[in-house]
C-alpha cells in the first residue's frame, strides 16, 4: 500500500530531519532502518507526537545514543540528539589533534558521555594523564601497576580507562603525582614514613620528590651510625628526616647528633693538637 500525497508529504519532512541531524556516511544504514519505520507508523496514522517516542524507544535509536542511556541511568538529564551528536564530534577533533584517533569511536564516546566528561574533562586528561604515562620511566610504570590494577582492565587499554573512565583528571592527576612519589622514593630504597598521599597533597613534584628522598637517604646513613656511636634511638628519625626535607620542619635529632659529632671531633683535633705541640716542645 503507497502512502497518500499527505502521507508522502510527512514522511519526507520527517526523513529530511533524520539526515540534517545523521549526517555521517556511518549513519546510512540507520537512517535507512529508521525511514523504514517512520513509513510503517504513517502508514498506521500514527500522531506525529507518538512517532517521535517511538521513534526513540526504537532499540537501533537507543544503541546510537548509547551515551544518553548511561546518563538516564545515573539519574542525569540526556543530551539532545543535536548535543550529542556535536559532542562526540568535538571528542574526534580532541583526540585527532593529539594523535590518538585509534581512540575515536562511537563506543568511547558513549563511554565518555555517560560518564559526563566534557570535551574539555578529556583534553586534560591527555595533556596531564595520558601523556604522564605515555612518557613514563621504568620505575614510574612499576608504580603505576597499582593504578591500573585499580581500573581492573588489562595491560593493552589501561591508558584508555584512564582517559575514558568516570573518574576526574583532577582525581587522576593526584593518582599519578602519588605514583611519581612513590617511583622516587622505591628507587632510593626508602618507604616513605610520610606517605606519598601526604606528599602530594603538599604539593611535592616528582623532581622535588627526587632531590628529598636522596637527601633523606644521605642523612640516614650518616645518622644511623652516629646514632649507635652515641647510643641514640633512631625510631622516628626517617620521619623527621622526610619533615625537614618537605616541611621544611627541622629535626631536633639531627642537630643533636650532627652537634656531638661534631663536638666529640674538635676535642679529638684539640687533643691530637696538644699532643703534636708537646712534642715538638721535648724534641728542642
Do not use: H
Not at 191 to 212: H, N, P, V, Y
Not at 267 to 278: A, N, V
Amino acid at each position: 500500500m503507497a502512502l497518500t500525497a499527505e502521507q508522502n508529504s510527512t514522511y519526507n519532512i520527517l526523513l529530511g530531519a533524520l539526515r540534517s541531524l545523521f549526517t555521517s556516511p556511518q549513519d546510512q544504514n540507520l537512517i535507512d532502518s529508521l525511514a523504514k519505520f517512520l513509513e510503517s507508523q504513517i502508514m498506521a496514522d500514527i500522531p506525529l507526537d507518538e512517532i517521535e517516542i517511538n521513534l526513540r524507544n526504537l532499540q537501533i535509536y537507543k544503541d546510537r545514543f548509547k551515551g544518553n542511556e548511561a546518563l538516564k541511568s545515573a539519574g542525569l538529564a540526556p543530551l539532545s540528539e543535536a548535543e550529542y551528536l556535536s559532542q562526540e564530534r568535538t571528542y574526534l577533533e580532541v583526540m585527532r589533534s593529539y594523535g590518538l584517533g585509534g581512540l575515536a569511536n562511537r563506543d568511547n564516546f558513549a563511554k565518555m558521555i555517560g560518564g559526563s566528561v566534557s570535551p574539555a574533562e578529556l583534553q586534560d586528561r591527555i595533556v596531564n594523564v595520558y601523556d604522564r604515562i605515555n612518557n613514563a620511566d621504568e620505575a614510574l610504570k612499576n608504580e603505576l601497576q597499582t593504578l591500573k590494577r585499580s581500573f581492573g582492565v588489562n595491560e593493552s587499554d589501561w591508558v584508555s580507562a584512564l582517559l575514558l573512565g568516570p573518574e576526574g583528571a583532577d582525581s587522576l592527576k593526584k593518582k599519578i603525582s602519588q605514583a611519581e612519589i612513590r617511583a622516587e622514593a622505591t628507587v632510593r630504597g626508602i618507604r616513605s614514613e610520610l606517605g606519598d598521599i601526604e606528599l602530594q597533597r603538599l604539593g611535592i613534584t616528582r623532581q622535588q620528590a627526587a632531590q628529598g628522598f636522596e637527601a633523606v637517604k644521605n642523612m640516614a646513613g650518616t645518622l644511623d651510625k652516629l646514632a649507635g656511636i652515641y647510643g641514640e634511638s633512631t625510631t622516628g628519625l626517617q620521619k623527621e628526616l622526610e619533615q625537614e626535607q618537605f616541611t621544611g620542619l627541622l629535626s631536633e635529632r639531627r642537630k643533636k647528633l650532627t652537634r656531638r659529632e661534631i663536638s666529640t671531633f674538635s676535642g679529638r683535633s684539640g687533643t691530637l693538637t696538644g699532643q703534636q705541640t708537646r712534642t715538638s716542645a721535648g724534641e728542642i
